[in-house]
């Protein structure tokens, strides 16, 4: 599969989903975040799935490849949803989450609803973990895995939103999924088949909380979550240490709850 688009070109990935790369590149972000536009053939409507940050351009080439029936995004970090808000002026549509407080003019999703627009169905599963109101969306033989699964490299458990309890159920639920499930995530390249790479992060989760525990025998039941970073991540660039300090929270309160 290509890796990626230029920013800025909608790119058809199959007959019903294309993909616009925003400009938003970073540590977290990868090369940026996937702005997915799902259409079946010779429907007229899109559906927009995480319209990304409040990038005029960016929104601006997602209503320019309309009309847009409906917004969807995967979770409320911003750089899925700020630009929600604005696309929806743009363009006249509704946005659904799983959070009502993300909702406009529409009621929130619920986890196993189908939705039905732009000649899709659209099935809506909720994959709490990364954070509390993560979701996944099924449509023809794919899985949109916003950022429960990115294209390249691990998520982070966004403590204290995330959990990691729910993650790992999550993951397993994607792990069952028929063998040669595309995946089309949030941020990286497209996915050939979810199930390896979900079981390749719960296989990463249950390293990690064993390295957690070792951590946690050197340094002490009560050690913080900086602590053990240093310790466990040692090998992780320190710019992103903040991020790896949020999953040892929640690994943190896993193994202390059990």
């Given at each position: 599969m290509i890796s990626h688009p230029a920013y800025g070109e909608l790119r058809a990935v199959t007959p019903y989903a294309a993909v616009l790369l925003a400009e938003n590149p970073s540590g977290m972000t990868l090369e940026g975040t996937n702005t997915w536009l799902?259409?079946?053939?010779?429907?007229?409507?899109?559906?927009?799935?995480?319209?990304g940050p409040a990038d005029d351009a960016h929104l601006e080439r997602i209503a320019a490849n309309g009309p847009v029936e409906l917004i969807v995004l995967t979770h409320f970090?911003?750089?899925?949803?700020?630009?929600?808000?604005?696309?929806?002026?743009?363009?006249?549509?509704?946005?659904?989450a799983i959070d009502p407080k993300l909702c406009v003019r529409a009621e929130a999703l619920a986890d196993g609803?189908?939705?039905?627009?732009?000649?899709?169905?659209?099935?809506?599963?909720?994959?709490?973990?990364?954070?509390?109101?993560?979701?996944?969306l099924l449509v023809e033989d794919a899985v949109f895995t916003g950022d429960s699964i990115l294209g390249r490299g691990t998520t982070v458990v966004a403590h204290p939103d995330g959990s990691l309890a729910p993650y790992l159920d999550s993951l397993r639920w994607l792990a069952s999924l028929p063998k040669g499930t595309p995946a089309f995530p949030g941020h990286g390249p497209e996915i050939a088949d979810v199930v390896p790479v979900a079981e390749q992060?719960?296989?990463?989760?249950?390293?990690?909380?064993?390295?957690?525990?070792?951590?946690l025998d050197t340094l002490g039941a009560d050690a913080t979550a900086r602590q053990v970073v240093e310790l466990v991540y040692a090998e992780v660039d320190r710019s992103l240490w903040w991020a790896a300090e949020m999953s040892v929270h929640a690994q943190l309160d896993y193994l202390r709850a059990r």
């Open positions: 799902l259409r079946a053939p010779g429907a007229e409507s899109c559906v927009v799935v995480d319209p970090h911003g750089d899925h949803s700020d630009g929600a808000a604005r696309l929806a002026e743009l363009v006249g549509a509704p946005i659904r609803e189908i939705v039905r627009a732009a000649g899709l169905d659209i099935k809506v599963v909720a994959t709490p973990g990364h954070t509390a109101d993560s979701l996944c992060y719960l296989a990463h989760r249950v390293q990690r909380l064993e390295q957690v525990r070792g951590a």
